[in-house]
Nanobody
Framework: VQLQASGGGLVQAGGSQRLTCVASGRSFRMYVMGWFRQAPGKERELVARISRSGDSTIYADSVKGRFTISRDNSKNTVYLDLRRLRPEDTAVYSC?????????????????WGQGTLVTVSS
């Protein structure tokens, strides 16, 4: 599966942004999807993942209550809605896919990656 992320940009603290990741191929619904981010000088972080059906989601503590992951399998698309953004949310955000089961889809399980999209939050 090939992934294409978009939607990054410059946003003020407290603002919102929607990231979109479109997948190619007909097997999108077979993958657990995740959104990662990596800030300069920091390790990559799995911020959210969503099950194949979209019924289950898990978030990193750092974004819980502010970010929402969702998917539309009819459009081969996964979204990440970012709200109440903080300067520390500044990072390159990437989407990724894994064929492992949802409960085991930790950060090192993802095999397919899209290019990143930069989100910059100004204070």
């Amino acid at each position: 599966v090939q992934l294409q992320a978009s939607g990054g940009g410059l946003v003020q603290a407290g603002g919102s942004q929607r990231l979109t990741c479109v997948a190619s191929g007909r097997s999108f619904r077979m993958y657990v999807m995740g959104w990662f981010r990596q800030a300069p000088g920091k390790e990559r972080e799995l911020v959210a993942r969503i099950s194949r059906s979209g019924d289950s989601t898990i978030y990193a503590d750092s974004v819980k209550g502010r970010f929402t992951i969702s998917r539309d399998n009819s459009k081969n698309t996964v979204y990440l809605d970012l709200r109440r953004l903080r300067p520390e949310d500044t990072a390159v955000y990437s989407c990724a896919a894994t064929s492992t089961i949802f409960t085991m889809a930790t950060s090192n399980q993802y095999c397919y990656w899209g290019q990143g999209t930069l989100v910059t939050v100004s204070s």
